[in-house]
């Protein structure tokens, strides 16, 4: 599996946009971008995932660079509910069901 | 209400002796997983198993045992083989197929003394 870089911490005031980076420089053609976020001392939630588009939902944006080596997970009115541990993870399409999860970005959401 | 439930959510043993741990899910999905997380770490994957009666070790099997004779359930157990027992355990379930997302349980914080 594609391997993932994330800065270990950021800030982000609150009520403004948290842009979370994360590298994949050696993702494959057919491995998709999940992002997951982890509240202290719960059990991670899914946020977004994509493979080639950029993605948004209810709670986030994905933005997909074109040659897809890297990514960004925008929270476009972040609150203090959003401080967490955020994991950027690339995984293989059919037939690969494993998430390897790194250390991911510790984001603290500022009154 | 859907989700994964586990259970306890605090457990205690004494060192040597074997432990299980619940986790059931009413998402009706076909893939379940065991994760252990260390502080400060990310998730790093004991077990999984992809239909009832049939699963496979994660990367780090040794000292765990799994059984899944019921898709809404995945035990796991820890047994005393298990040298650093001490740990947050994770439950997930998730659809099978090209793209899914993993549903976690709010998890078991074990502590061996």
């Known amino acids: 599996d594609a391997k993932t870089t994330q800065p270990t911490s950021m800030d982000c005031a609150e009520g403004r946009a948290a842009n979370l980076p994360c590298n994949h420089s050696?993702?494959?053609?057919?491995?998709?971008v999940y992002w997951y976020r982890q509240i202290h001392s719960q059990g991670p939630q899914y946020i977004i995932h994509g493979l080639k588009n950029n993605e948004t939902n209810e709670m986030a944006s994905l933005i997909i660079t074109e040659d897809r080596k890297s990514s960004t997970l925008i929270l476009p009115h972040a609150t203090l509910r959003d401080t967490a541990v955020y994991y950027c993870?690339?995984?293989?399409?059919?037939?690969?069901?494993?998430?390897?999860f790194g250390k991911g970005t510790k984001l603290s959401v500022i009154p | 209400d859907g989700g994964i439930t586990q259970s306890p959510k605090y457990l205690f043993r004494k060192e040597g002796q074997n432990v299980t741990l619940s986790c059931e899910q009413n998402l009706n999905h076909d893939a379940m997983y065991w994760y252990r997380q260390d502080p400060g770490q990310g998730l790093r994957l004991i077990y999984y198993s992809q239909i009832v009666n049939d699963f496979q070790k994660g990367d780090i099997a040794e000292g765990y045992s799994v059984s899944r004779e019921k898709k809404e359930s995945f035990p796991l157990t820890v047994t005393s083989a298990q040298k650093n027992p001490t740990a947050f355990y994770l439950c997930a379930s998730s659809s099978t197929g090209q793209s899914y997302e993993q549903y976690f349980g709010p998890g078991t914080r074990l502590t061996v003394t």
């Open positions: 050696t993702i494959s053609g057919n491995e998709y």
């Open positions: 993870i690339v995984r293989p399409g059919a037939g690969s069901y494993q998430l390897t």
